[in-house]
């Protein structure tokens, strides 16, 4: 069996209002996950605060980490100084770096086709 495509969402966390971010990025996660992509959202990494809040440089170096295990890199839109840093961090180590997930579609293979459902907007 291959391996399915990975994809790392960069996206806001820490501007607006954080429980609008975690659910546009479910959102997109899971029209990427619908198509057969296998995707890493530091957005659901927001748990891990529960227990003991981590300080930025600390999420941003397990970004890089994370970034740098991935097929590509999908920007989500909107304001997130973070999400600057991984998308640029991407760019830097020839990581695919895309804006529009239909740009994404025909360009990175998946392993498999899911259902049709309405994509997610970004």
């Known amino acids: 069996m291959k391996r399915p495509t990975v994809i790392y969402l960069a996206c806001p966390m820490r501007s607006g209002h954080w429980t609008t971010n975690v659910r ?10 619908r198509k057969g992509y296998s995707v890493i959202n530091p957005a659901g990494s927001w748990l891990l605060d529960l227990v003991e809040e981590t300080d930025f440089d600390d999420w941003i170096q397990c970004d890089f980490g994370l970034v740098q295990v991935c097929d590509c890199v999908l920007r989500i839109p909107g304001f997130s100084v973070g999400g600057d840093m991984e998308a640029d961090f991407a760019v830097r180590h020839d990581i695919p770096l895309f804006t529009d997930m239909s740009d994404l579609y025909a360009t990175m293979p998946n392993e498999m086709e899911g259902d049709e459902n309405e994509e997610a907007e970004l």
Request: no cysteine; proline share 0%.
């Open 24 to 33: 546009n990025a479910a959102k997109v996660g899971k029209d990427l996950m």
